[in-house]
């Protein structure tokens, strides 16, 4: 079983920033893709950036600049750098991990960011 444990959520002013974490542990042969994924209240949940094996990334425009994904491959581990955060991101985020061509998500971190 795969688990993933997000951490580094919370409340921060406009203009902050704050780092998200997630590892996934459990029974790992290989992880292909790594994503973080965030739903607003009334909203879908929209890809915000992912990050391939090889370390290919790709955005949502709205954080392009302002994000960084990035993916420590010995420890499983992806992080999200996010600076300069908008009342906008206020959000729920999701880490998304591909495992063997399974998906699996971590539980959600809250963050707010306030006006």
């Known amino acids: 079983q795969v688990q993933l444990v997000e951490s580094g959520g919370g409340l921060v002013q406009a203009g902050g920033s704050l780092r998200l974490s997630c590892a996934c542990s459990?029974?790992?042969?290989?992880?292909?893709?790594m994503a973080w994924y965030r739903q607003a209240p009334g909203k879908q949940r929209e890809l915000v950036a992912a990050?391939?094996?090889?370390?290919?990334?790709n955005y949502v425009d709205s954080v392009k600049g302002r994000f960084t994904i990035s993916r420590d491959n010995a420890k499983n581990t992806v992080y999200m750098q996010m600076n300069s955060l908008k009342p906008e991101d206020t959000a729920v985020y999701y880490c998304?991990?591909?495992?063997?061509?399974?998906?699996?998500w971590g539980q959600g971190t809250q963050v707010t960011v306030s006006s």
């Open positions: 998304y991990a591909q495992v063997l061509r399974s998906d699996y």
């Open positions: 459990g029974t790992i042969f290989s992880i292909n893709a």
């Open positions: 990050i391939t094996s090889g370390g290919s990334t």
